[in-house]
């Protein structure tokens, strides 16, 4: 009975895990060979060969990172206006003084 249960274990396990995302290549002519990649071409179009999600995965880390990068510039865009403005006053007092 726990052999029984071990096994479903396994093949659920085994299924419900995404699979590493494959390239397409025709390696020979025979039909098998064609066969095998036509399924591959398959797999591709019908979205189960785990390629849109990699490539989705990939667009939020960059989508992550430009939000991180755009923050940092508007931080740092906030601090030069307040130095620019600073160094407006200033030399509106200079101007005063002559």
């Known amino acids: 009975m726990r052999a029984v249960i071990l096994l479903i274990t396994v093949c659920l396990v ?18 098998s060979e064609i066969t095998i990649y036509n399924s591959c071409k398959n797999d591709l ?9 990699q490539k989705d995965e990939a667009e939020n880390q960059d989508n992550t990172a430009l939000t991180a990068r755009v923050k940092a510039l ?3 865009n906030q601090g030069l206006r307040a130095r620019l403005e600073t160094a407006r006053r200033q030399l509106l007092d200079l101007a005063k003084d002559l």
């Open 74 to 76: 508007e931080a740092e």
């Open 45 to 53: 179009i019908m979205g189960q060969s785990g390629h849109a999600r």
């Open 14 to 31: 085994h299924i419900t895990t995404p699979t590493m995302a494959h390239e397409c290549v025709l390696s020979g002519t025979s039909a």
